[in-house]
């Protein structure tokens, strides 16, 4: 994921773009833009719209200045549902109206939360600015609320960059104060000297970063630790140099707050971001497009399959008629010619059979002679015959036996019964031949 920083101060704005994946940040560039009579914001905004390759996700980050704090309680922990109840928990209690103001929340622990808010019309303002440059913010923050993402910072500190102080607990954002006007070192000293006062207490380091930061790290008087912040041995390969890294600090942390989902967005309610929603409905639209073209190319293949479905239809219906008339010439159209085809050649091959049959009981009886006294059963099924009857030994058995050798193969006599009067009951089996002589 591309993101593109910009940090608006009061008379610079420093822009970076940072690639990230996974752990890995790579700094693709950065430049800072001085504002004065002849260059105002929205000449700056400009310029870096013009400088824009790719699809970056924009972050403009905004004076802390800008934003109020208040530390609050509520029996929740879904940061979701506390954005849905903010507006109303901190009516009458703020100095603007819930309908003026557009309002974030941070987690400080379980139960304890740090609410945000600013102005609607400035963030308004900002976000119109940008727009009509070409390079309309996806989130419009400050760099103040990415600093616990500060590489190499301890879990437990204070930090400040001369331009705004801030209180990290348990890694978590829970104190920050802007720093404006002429001695802004004495205002950071009155802060730090009131929050020790405090019930809460205050971390014994303070971390001092940015170009300011050698003037922040002499400070005398203190009631903490002061150090500078240092170049990580792992972000070497990020920035380079020490100075790179004074200057692009908080920019870089606000990259890693935004990759984490953990940066306050003030683009909420009627000032949300809808670019994006744009795209996606642009493409959806397209979907739809294809996938009707999909749909009337899939119905134009199916029409012509059921077009050349019936000219086959057709045509074998023709060639059935021709059929038809060629058999029957004599005969007027019929209803269906292809029953009547289909009954003609039942009532042949019936017929057929029938002539079959009489044959084979012909030569039966012919082979009989006297010696057999009687067939009283013969069953033609296909090929195969099965004949029963009397006899008058089993020596005329075997002679009517002989006599079928003429139309029938494979002959076999069944059980031969002995009778009282000397005459046997036998049944015989063979198949008929193809041609009965």
Known sequence: MDYLILQIDEDTVAAARFTLSGRSVTLGGAASFQLDATTDLSAVAVQVASGISGSPRVVVCLSPSLFAQRAIELPLTDLRKVRDVLSAHLQGEIALSAEEAVFDVLSISTGRFLALWAKRTEIAAVIDLFRRAGCEPQIVSAAVFGWPHLPGIPSDCVVSDGT?????????????????????????????????????????????????????????????????????????????????????????????????????????????????????????????????????????????????????????????????????????????????????????????????????????????????????????????????GDARSAQAVNEFQAALAGMMSAIEVGEIKSRPDGTVSFSLTGTLKETIK
């Open 164 to 388: 705004a102080v801030a209180v990290i607990s348990a890694g978590r954002l829970s104190y920050l104060r802007a720093l404006d006007g002429a001695d802004r070192h004495k205002q950071l000293a009155a802060t730090i000297a009131a929050l020790e006062l405090s019930a809460g207490g205050l971390p014994p380091l303070l971390l001092v970063f940015g170009e300011q930061a050698e003037q922040l790290a002499t400070l005398d008087g203190l009631p903490l630790t002061v150090q500078q912040l240092e170049l990580p041995d792992d972000q070497v390969q990020t920035f380079r140099t020490e100075a790179s890294f004074q200057q692009l600090a908080g920019l870089y942390a606000v990259a890693r707050a935004c990759h984490a989902g953990d940066l306050p967005d003030f683009r909420r309610g009627d000032l949300a971001w809808t670019a994006g929603n744009v795209k996606l409905r642009k493409k959806m639209i397209l979907t739809v497009i294809l996938l009707m073209v999909v749909v009337v190319l899939l119905f134009v293949y199916k029409g012509l399959q059921y077009r050349a479905a019936r000219a086959d239809v057709a045509s074998l219906n023709g060639s059935i008629s021709s059929l038809y008339h060629e058999i029957f010439p004599n005969r007027r159209k019929a209803v269906d010619e292809l029953d009547e085809v289909k009954g003609e050649l039942k009532k042949l091959s019936g017929a057929e059979s029938s002539s079959r049959v009489l044959d084979v009981l012909k030569k039966l009886a012919e082979a009989k002679g006297t010696t057999i006294n009687g067939l009283y059963e013969a069953e033609v099924d296909g090929h195969s015959l099965r004949v029963k």
